[in-house]
């Protein structure tokens, strides 16, 4: 009677054996599950990083055609003031200006000349920066997508340990 008791309680032990490799089975297809979950999207993710990459470098793209085509257009504007100062004050030169019959003197188309490059400059800068502010725009779009991307992989990567947890594996 020992005997099939014994018998009785290793068949049993059996039993729950094969009930715990089962459980570790269902374990094992739901960490491999969520690994490929994981797997989706780290996908999704890294193509959402390179969209946002695609539309952060076309944005820079156009931004900067957006700045040299204004900077052209300020550089055309202001030679065609500078010639007609230049013009003016030739023409005024051959001219007597006074009563006294004083000549408009190089000096002073100089000086016109150097007002007209400093406004030159100025709105140069200024074209310059709103370059640099619609870059540092695109850039931190870019940036707030890579970190939209990152606390992606990161919750993914917490999926995927907590299946391997799950597993119980170590």
Avoid at 8 to 35: M, R, S, T, Y
Avoid at 112 to 137: C, E, M, S
């Amino acid at each position: 009677m020992h005997i099939i008791d014994a018998l009785a309680a290793g068949a049993d032990a059996l039993a729950a054996e094969a009930d715990a490799l089962a459980v570790k089975a269902d374990a094992l297809a739901a960490g491999a599950d969520a690994l490929a979950a994981g797997a989706v999207i780290d996908t999704l993710v890294a193509e959402v990083i390179i969209d946002a990459l695609a539309v952060g470098a076309d944005a820079l793209a156009a931004g900067a055609v957006r700045v040299l085509d204004l900077l052209v257009v300020v550089a055309y504007a202001y030679t065609l003031i500078a010639y007609a100062y230049i013009i003016n004050a030739l023409v005024a030169e051959d001219r007597r200006v006074s009563s006294r019959g004083r000549r408009v003197s190089s000096k002073d188309a100089l000086v016109a000349g150097a007002v007209i490059n400093a406004l030159v400059v100025r709105v140069v800068i200024d074209a310059l920066v709103i370059g640099v502010v619609i870059d540092a725009l695109v850039v931190r779009a870019v940036i707030d997508a890579l970190v939209v991307g990152v606390d992606a992989l990161v919750v993914g990567a917490a999926r995927v340990l907590g299946a391997i947890s799950a597993l119980g594996i170590t």
